[in-house]
């Protein structure tokens, strides 16, 4: 069984463009979660669908960032313009319910530079 | 609100030594408390977890864990080291009725030959 994919594992881009960074989840799992680590801080909570629904979305830094998921099937985060603290790596993870194992896939390491 | 303290952010060991990576947690709810897992150019793993029960909690590779809900901590233990364990270790806590994870800094252990 294939676990989560991430992709791209890695993307460089220039302030002020636009990335699109997506997840594949598990198969079957509903609950799908984003999180990005900041290079020497922790892993930090973005947000939580539940199929194709926003369950919690508290952890946004701002507008710049969007996620989807339509369908309730894969997910996108897009940020657009990407700033320079815009830098880390992005986590994707999913579950099959609540309070269950969430696996994580490899991450994409986003530089703006 | 939840958090996450990870007491070394490197922890240098012989192999074939015993390991400690300290955690100490901070919650006014329940809380489910876990161990992550993250080799070289690899996602996140679950090492182990606690949900309830025995405080002992016993995960993959023969790590275990004990928590200690007086102290507030959940200390990762291995009694013998293998150079294949270097890797960066979360601790990690989520709320009884949140799916939100809450991470610690992480701890890089390295193990010197």
């Known amino acids: 069984e294939a676990g989560v994919t991430q992709f791209p594992s890695h993307s460089v881009i220039e302030k002020g463009q636009t990335v699109t960074l997506r997840c594949d989840p598990i198969?079957?799992?509903?609950?799908l979660y984003w999180y990005r680590r900041v290079m020497g801080k922790e892993i930090k909570f973005l947000l939580h669908?539940?199929?194709?629904?926003?369950?919690?979305e508290s952890g946004m830094p701002n507008n710049r960032f969007l996620a989807e998921r339509t369908g309730g099937t894969y997910s996108t985060l897009k940020v657009q313009p990407a700033e320079l603290e815009d830098s880390g790596v992005y986590f994707c993870a999913s579950s099959k319910g609540r309070n269950t194992e969430a696996f994580f896939g490899q991450g994409t390491r986003l530089t703006v530079v | 609100a939840q958090s996450v303290t990870q007491l070394d952010s490197q922890v240098p060991v012989f192999e074939e030594a015993p390991v400690e990576l300290r955690c100490n947690y901070s919650?006014?709810?329940?809380?489910?408390l876990f161990w992550y897992v993250q080799y070289p150019n690899q996602g996140l793993q679950l090492l182990l977890k606690y949900l309830s029960g025995s405080t002992l909690v016993k995960g993959i590779n023969g790590f275990e864990a004990e928590f200690n809900k007086s102290q507030t901590s959940f200390h990762l233990r291995k009694p013998s080291v293998h150079i294949s364990d270097t890797a960066e270790y979360f601790c990690?806590?989520?709320?009884?009725?949140?799916?939100?994870?809450?991470f610690g800094k992480g701890t890089r252990l390295h193990i010197l030959p």
């Open positions: 990690a806590v989520s709320a009884v009725r949140d799916d939100k994870i809450i």
């Open positions: 198969s079957g799992h509903d609950n």
């Open positions: 669908f539940v199929k194709e629904s926003k369950q919690d």
């Open positions: 919650s006014s709810v329940s809380v489910y």
